[in-house]
């Protein structure tokens, strides 16, 4: 086995216990079947180096490059149920972020806002990290971090571990998702490139806007939303705000007029990147950045309906056009410093990620009766909205190797922000008698604005030791220790503008458009002042923290020819609190774990085996599921509001797998699972008091089953065979999945928390059906690629295929004593076009990619299904084609 340089590669494949014996084994193999050269040396053509570095020490504390038949060795060798998304597969799909790629990995989808699903298990049941460490989420509501904020241009590949192992954090239910950022390769270079796209139901057609800010086309505010210190000073003190002078002070038009766009621009991005590496006597060090920036656009025509009766009757029935317009600015910087068998990496990521929108409705609603006087929709709406997330991390890691001995050493500092100031919200309601639409200010939803901010730090350290005993069989003993301490800041203050003596205005002053009727002329003259409603539902503001502890010990042998065991077990504690301001209940759970999991792999024939596997893990309750906070999804534009009264869901994994290599990069595995959950937590959807609109809370059911199975194939097939020198190094790239997945929820008389913030606990079979699914649960999930790949150039042309069954988005909610029909998404089928071609010019290297995207059109559909089939659509809206074109060059 010969050791690598530690920046040898751009792909750094971080798997936490992958055995060194194994890995020696794999590289040899490897290295047998390709071409008899260093490992130095380039890699050929079709082939890829590959770099496994583990932050479990000892597991996989050697970096290895190898070239040929490489990555079903990494995946064979481990002992663990594992999907590897390498940086020719990311290549190979086109996408932008690594949410989107992760769609083709088996039993993966992605749902809402880049939030991953792992066999129809939720985004709480898996957890995200970045070179092998946890990240805190600049979502309000959530402990995950959305993957659609990671750019591929900073990712050099992902690994989906899918089977428990005691050195993973406890929080493993469906899986855990390894994003691991780019390595600094031997050869330096420097990399441009750019793209330009557009949408079909988007670019050049009718949208909304507004002006906002000078710098909003970066994703910057330049202060024009800046918060006054007298709306903070009233949202912590729980005052309104009646000083006119002051109130003149906040921004009016540029954060309030929608305009019409009737010529919506195109889509565009620009990214560059660098390495270059030094060596110094006996010190090797490599550096590499990289950089991007992107702007695009989307507009949908949504119709949103809510039912208010076990019939299918509505309350509420519109219609909304809403335009994002989404900036992404991301940077990374990693430095690599080799000395001996010794390595130490620093790595940091930037990444600042903003959604202007601007949303028009209008809709009829029962109060005022449906339809409208004279067939015209009884309200008008308007929002603008700016959603200001951005994450960043520093993270070292040391990597010791003393021969049997490992240690693995790795800390990191990580900070999310989220930034919405200026959510304004008009509502305007039709007159007969003035044949227009007015706003008195005398409604509850007339004219309201509100200001949230969002900041979390994670600190995070680690060490791992391993050892490795000379006995005649391979044996490793390692153990670990974890430390991770979350502390988060978040208050949403909610305001409403109200006439004098808490009335309304004129009607003449009514019929006004949103910025003349809050102008400042109108609020000296009628008085208008800014009642604060912070508190209406929830709390304005709250501290959570998350504290764990944890430590492990596990161990790998091979007791026979063939037969291999790993297995340990993991010791957890943890604080999590949630601490509101106000009278509002709060959460304070504290519990201890211990999560055992062994698995058993049998090579009962060449190139062939068998894993069982058996495991006990834990979710805890997200920050977004306790935290009694409202929170605007500016996706779905509905309400969540956490619940205190939540506790840990436990659960209980089985799996069986089989495997055959039969040739390079090429396999044919299968897989059946087995999970029962004990509280698993649910979506639910309820209407809040007084009001039309559907909000989201959360509850935990009693207990639920998971079971399914998979099957995954990828084969290449030469086609040197059909004659002629233009065959002679072509090959056809065939890759399949399908997941089938089935879930079951077991709700009798038992009482669980209610989704409704300070409700008394209800019986568990008010809020969910007996038997029923998961939410967010696919029974199908399918992925089929076929690629047309040259083997000694760059020149691929791919079509992909992604198909998931429905799901249940929201448990329906219960309206008078009646739980009505769950609210299901129908993500159907989309199929993709890739091309990329490669050539040289100038001594550079160019790629041309196009992309064509969702060229079957799939509409986004979101519905309850009533008696004798009466759809009630919640959610639903048209999708364009998306085309773009892209050319970048490398020196």
Do not use: C
């Given at each position: ?749 038992e009482l669980v928390p209610s989704p409704i913030l300070g409700a008394a606990p209800v019986q568990a079979s008010l809020l969910f059906n007996n038997g029923g699914p998961l939410v967010g649960q696919s029974d199908h999930l399918v992925n089929f690629q076929i690629g047309f790949e040259d083997t000694a150039s760059l ?77 009630v659509d919640t959610n639903t809206y048209d999708v364009g084609r998306k085309f773009s074109i892209g050319l970048s060059a490398k020196f």
């Amino acid at each position: 086995m010969k050791k690598s340089t530690a920046f040898g590669s751009l792909l750094l494949l971080t798997s936490q216990l992958v055995a060194p014996h194994a890995l020696a084994q794999a590289a040899q193999d490897a290295t047998a079947e390709a071409a008899p050269q260093e490992a130095a040396a380039a890699p050929q053509a079709g082939e890829e180096e590959v770099e496994i570095s583990a932050p479990g020490a000892g597991d996989s504390s050697e970096e290895i490059v190898v070239i040929g038949r490489n990555i079903p060795n990494v995946i064979k060798a481990t002992p663990q149920v594992v999907s590897v998304l390498s940086s020719a597969d990311i290549a190979r799909s086109g996408e932008g972020d690594i949410a989107g790629a992760l769609t083709r990995v088996t039993g993966i989808s992605v749902v809402g806002n880049g939030f991953v699903y792992v066999r129809g298990l939720g985004d709480r049941y898996s957890s995200s990290l970045l070179n092998g460490l946890p990240l805190p989420s600049p979502e309000p509501l959530r402990r995950v971090v959305p993957l659609d904020l990671f750019p591929t241009n900073i990712v050099g590949s992902a690994l989906v571990q899918k089977s428990y192992s005691p050195n993973y954090p406890g929080e493993f239910g469906g899986g855990a998702i390894n994003i691991t950022t780019r390595a600094a390769p031997r050869d330096g270079f420097f990399e441009i490139g750019g793209s330009i796209g557009f949408d079909t139901a988007t670019t050049s057609e009718l949208g909304y806007t507004y002006d906002g800010g000078s710098r909003d086309v970066f994703g910057y505010d330049d202060g024009e939303r800046s918060v006054p210190n007298f709306i903070l000073d009233a949202g912590l003190n729980g005052t309104s705000v009646t000083n006119a002078a002051q109130l003149i002070q906040l921004s009016n038009a540029p954060t309030t007029v929608v305009f019409e766009n009737n010529h919506i621009p195109a889509n565009w991005s620009a990214s560059t990147s660098f390495a270059k590496t030094f060596d110094t006597g006996g010190l090797r060090i490599g550096v590499i950045g990289a950089g991007g920036l992107s702007n695009s656009w989307s507009t949908r025509a949504q119709k949103q309906q809510l039912a208010v009766d076990a019939n299918g009757g509505l309350a509420s029935d519109g219609n909304q056009v809403t335009t994002d317009n989404r900036i992404i600015a991301n940077g990374l910087l990693g430095v690599g410093l080799e000395f001996g068998e010794h390595l130490i990496r620093f790595t940091n990521v930037y990444i600042h990620d903003t959604l202007k929108q601007a949303i028009i409705g209008q809709f009829d609603e029962e109060n005022f009766g449906i339809p409208g006087s004279f067939g015209v929709p009884t309200f008008a709406t308007q929002n603008t909205n700016w959603f200001e997330r951005q994450l960043f991390t520093s993270q070292i890691v040391a990597e010791l190797d003393f021969g049997a001995l490992d240690v693995d050493l790795r800390g990191a500092y990580a900070n999310t922000k989220r930034k919405a100031p200026y959510e304004r919200a008009f509502r305007y309601i039709y007159s007969d008698a003035f044949d227009d639409y007015i706003n008195t200010l005398n409604s509850p939803s007339g004219a309201t604005i509100a200001f949230s901010d969002l900041n979390e730090d994670l600190w995070t350290g680690a060490v791992d030791v391993a050892y490795e005993l000379n006995t005649a069989r391979p044996i490793t003993l390692s153990t670990g220790y974890a430390y991770t301490d979350t502390e988060r800041q978040s208050y949403r203050y909610f305001f409403r503008f109200i006439g004098p003596n808490n009335g309304g205005v004129n009607q003449t002053v009514a019929q006004q458009r949103p910025d003349y009727l809050l102008s400042d002329y109108n609020i000296q003259t009628y008085g208008i002042t800014l009642r604060n409603e912070s508190t209406g539902t929830g709390a304005a503001a709250y501290d959570a923290s998350l504290q764990v502890h944890a430590g492990y010990v596990q161990g790998e042998a091979e007791l026979f020819d063939g037969l291999r065991v790993s297995g340990g077990v993991r010791y957890e504690t943890a604080k999590q609190k949630v601490l509101p301001t106000g009278a509002v209940t709060g959460t304070n759970l504290d519990n201890d774990y211990w999560l055992p999991a062994a698995t058993v792999t049998w090579n009962f024939a060449p190139d062939m085996q068998l894993r069982v596997h058996g495991s006990k893990t834990i979710a805890r309750p997200q920050f977004r599921e306790l935290a009694p906070q409202l929170y605007q999804d500016f996706e779905s534009s509905r309400q969540f509001l956490g619940n205190p009264l939540l506790i840990d869901s436990q659960l209980y994994n089985a799996e069986a797998r089989v495997e055959w290599f039969f040739a390079r990069d090429q396999r044919i595995t299968a897989a059946g699972f087995f999970k029962k959950i004990d509280n698993p937590i649910e979506a639910i959807a309820f209407v809040a008091g007084g009001s039309t609109s559907l909000q989201t809370g959360f509850s935990n059911a009693p207990s639920a089953k998971l079971w399914g199975g998979e099957i995954e194939a990828q084969k290449h097939i030469a086609l040197d065979t059909l004659g002629g020198g233009f065959f002679d190094t072509k090959r056809l790239v065939l890759i399949a999945n399908y997941t089938y997945t089935k879930s079951e929820i077991e709700a009798g008389n038992e009482l669980v928390p209610s989704p409704i913030l300070g409700a008394a606990p209800v019986q568990a079979s008010l809020l969910f059906n007996n038997g029923g699914p998961l939410v967010g649960q696919s029974d199908h999930l399918v992925n089929f690629q076929i690629g047309f790949e040259d083997t000694a150039s760059l020149s691929q042309l791919t079509v992909l295929l992604n198909y998931a069954s429905e799901r249940v988005t929201n448990r329906g909610p219960v309206v008078e004593g009646v739980r009505l029909p769950d609210i299901v998404e129908k993500p159907g089928l989309t199929v993709d076009l890739v091309a990329r071609q490669g050539f040289e010019l100038a001594g550079a290297e160019f790629e041309l990619k196009f992309e064509a995207r969702n060229l079957t059109k799939t509409r986004y559909q979101e519905y309850q299904t009533f008696a004798n089939d009466v759809r009630v659509d919640t959610n639903t809206y048209d999708v364009g084609r998306k085309f773009s074109i892209g050319l970048s060059a490398k020196f």
